[in-house]
């Protein structure tokens, strides 16, 4: 099986900047997804093809790539921005077309 | 403004087949877009379960795929989950999503969600 790698929590104090990582070893060629998704809600796409920002998505979102690990990139984390964060990619076999990563609980202390 | 929303039963019996629909408004299921289904287990994190073209094209997570079937209905504008030999595992909220398909896939667009229950 194909398996993507993050942190299972990360915290910040507000206006700090987090980072969550997820690691694969697909990802030098395969790109990577972040979803947000907050308590009873569905998941939310915050950073697509491992650097680019849907419309809507604040600017203090942002995504890198190196090597077999991209990084998610909050700063001046607000108290808003507590939620699970999950990565999403694949094997680029067709092995396994969609893989997510287990979730990262952000903390806002 | 794409909007999916799932519905069906919110309780299935063990050994049962579990099926969903998932309603597209505001776009067509016969476009470029490929239409999935993710689940998420109480507390736990997301996987997703398969896909579907409009051409009737499907694809599975091969840990479920002797189990499932994902299919559309052109007519109606929608797109099914069938999951059959059901079990506690397999109670989660069950979220259907639009993909763009943008060199690979990813989800745009999501439904609500609803909770199945596999519960005798």
């Known amino acids: 099986s194909y398996e993507l790698t993050q942190p299972p929590s990360v915290s910040v104090s507000p206006g700090q900047t987090a980072r969550i990582t997820c690691s694969g070893d697909a990802l030098p060629k395969q790109y990577a997804y972040w979803y947000q998704q907050k308590p009873g809600q569905a998941p939310l796409l915050v950073i697509y093809?491992?650097?680019q920002r849907p419309s809507g998505i604040p600017e203090r979102f942002s995504g890198s790539s190196s090597g077999t690990t991209v990084t998610l990139t909050i700063s001046g984390v607000q108290a808003e921005d507590e939620a699970d964060f999950y990565c999403q990619s694949t094997d680029g076999t067709g092995a396994y077309p969609v893989v997510f990563g287990g979730g990262t609980k952000l903390t806002v202390l | 403004q794409v909007q999916l929303q799932e519905s069906g039963p919110g309780l299935v019996r063990p050994s049962g087949t579990l099926s969903l629909t998932c309603a597209v408004s505001g776009d067509s299921i016969s476009g470029s877009h490929w239409w999935s289904w993710v689940r998420q287990p109480p507390g736990k994190g997301l996987e997703w379960i398969g896909e579907v073209f409009h051409s009737g094209t499907a694809n599975y997570n091969p840990s479920l795929k002797s189990r499932v079937t994902v299919s559309v209905d052109k007519s109606k504008n929608q797109f099914s989950l069938k999951l059959s030999s059901v079990t506690a595992a397999d109670t989660a909220v069950y979220y259907c999503?639009?993909?763009?398909?943008?060199?690979?896939?990813?989800?745009?667009?999501w439904g609500q969600g609803t909770l199945v229950t596999v519960s005798s």
């Open positions: 093809k491992d650097i």
């Open positions: 999503a639009r993909d763009p398909r943008v060199g690979s896939t990813y989800f745009e667009n």
